[in-house]
């Protein structure tokens, strides 16, 4: 698997950065004044954020909203580690993300981030406990944990049943709600879920987000997800709009 090699490669040989302890009402992820801008065709710089200001305490859930392209990929992408800003500074787990190399920002994700996306990303020819447990796996957790924990999870999400089936034999709903475990089975800190309902329909899209925002809350998890559908942000403790890369308080 392509990804696995970029988890195996932050291993035991580079010691693991050490996140500030996040106590009540601390925060998890924090922007300062965050810019992001790619190249563009004629060579000059393309906004996709411009100073943007935000903090997730521990425990909180916190919605984005925005239409297509006012960049709220991109947001994720620099909460996760997985890019960083052109300007600002993003901390995750007290770790400033830009200071650290590529290998330490893996390690820093895979051990405190759980990403939920839009289009599911389960490996086909996987069953569904297998893809619930590959990110232990990847890690490297004792077997017999990982196998606990994806029993677990799957009783929690009414799919016991289903756990040696092919994923290609699940609804759009089931999928997700595999993903969502999938994302918990390491007990992250952060949450992180890009448009996890786009591809449902309105019954499963509220049942699916009903379930994540409760599984958050239930852990003290901080969870940050992106909509478009307004209600499903009013699940959240506070909710921001995202207008050609500004960020505003609703």
């Not at 029993?151 to 009414?158: A, K, M, Q, T």
């Not at 993903?179 to 899209?205: F, H, K, Q, V, Y």
Request: hydrophobic fraction near 45%; aromatic fraction near 4%; charged fraction near 20%.
């Amino acid at each position: 698997m392509v990804y696995s090699r970029g988890f195996r490669d932050a291993g035991s040989s580079m010691s693991s950065p050490e996140p500030a302890a996040a106590g009540h009402g601390a925060a998890i992820l924090a922007f300062h004044e965050v810019s992001k801008s790619y190249p563009g065709r004629s060579g000059e710089g393309q906004a996709a954020l411009h100073q943007v200001s935000l903090q997730v305490p521990a425990g909180r859930v916190v919605a984005i909203m925005g239409r297509s392209g006012s960049g709220k990929s991109t947001l994720l992408n620099l909460a996760a580690g997985i890019d960083i800003p052109t300007q600002g500074r993003v901390l995750l787990m007290g770790q400033e993300v830009s200071r650290l190399r590529e290998a330490q920002r893996t390690r820093l994700r895979r051990e405190h981030v759980g990403m939920v996306f839009q289009f599911f990303h389960l490996l086909p020819h996987l069953s569904v406990a297998e893809n619930v447990a590959l990110p232990g796996w990847i890690a490297g957790d004792p077997a017999a944990g990982v196998q606990e924990r994806t029993v677990e999870l799957l009783g929690r999400v009414g799919l016991a049943d289903r756990a040696g089936d092919s994923v290609q034999a699940l609804s759009g709903g089931e999928m997700q709600r595999v993903a969502i475990c999938r994302a918990l089975l390491r007990r992250p800190t952060l949450l992180l879920a890009d448009e996890p309902t786009g591809n449902l329909d309105d019954a499963s899209a509220r049942a699916v987000m009903d379930l994540l925002v409760r599984l958050a809350r239930e852990g003290r998890r901080s969870l940050l997800f992106v909509t478009h559908d307004a209600s499903l942000a009013s699940l959240a403790h506070e909710t921001w709009h995202l207008h050609s890369g500004e960020l505003v308080r609703e």
